[in-house]
Nanobody
Framework: QVPLEESGGGLVQAGGSLRLSCAAS????????MGWFRRGPGKEREFVAA????????FYADSVKGRFTISRDNPKNTVYLQMNSLKFEDTGTYYC????????????????????WGQGTQVTVSS
């Protein structure tokens, strides 16, 4: 059983918004920093956003700063990605990932450091 499951993807016009969710099961969610990554058509997987275990700090790729917001609800074992002002180049499969973290206030942007991955949810932005 995959411990992370994304939802909320879909088709949206440029300038629109989507909210992705990632529900965790079978792990102690509050022990994990969480990240969102994406893979666009013909592109390699890239970092989008990450949030520390407690939610005290968040980190963003330059391409999404000011448009995307990552948040988490530890009692609900869920991490979110609010995406506003979507652009055509935001199209791709979005994956959430969990990194068992000692620090309460850090989260890595490097995909190879993440322990668990979801199956992905497709986001398509029409221009």
């Amino acid at each position: 059983q995959v411990p992370l499951e994304e939802s909320g993807g879909g088709l949206v016009q440029a300038g629109g918004s989507l909210r992705l969710s990632c529900a965790a099961s079978g792990l102690t969610f509050s022990n994990y920093a969480m990240g969102w990554f994406r893979r666009g058509p013909g592109k390699e997987r890239e970092f989008v956003a990450a949030i520390s275990r407690t939610g005290s700090r968040s980190f963003y790729a330059d391409s999404v700063k000011g448009r995307f917001t990552i948040s988490r609800d530890n009692p609900k074992n869920t991490v979110y990605l609010q995406m506003n002002s979507l652009k055509f180049e935001d199209t791709g499969t979005y994956y959430c990932a969990g990194d068992w973290a000692l620090s309460e206030n850090l989260a890595t942007t490097r995909d190879f450091e993440y322990d668990y991955w979801g199956q992905g949810t497709q986001v398509t932005v029409s221009s």
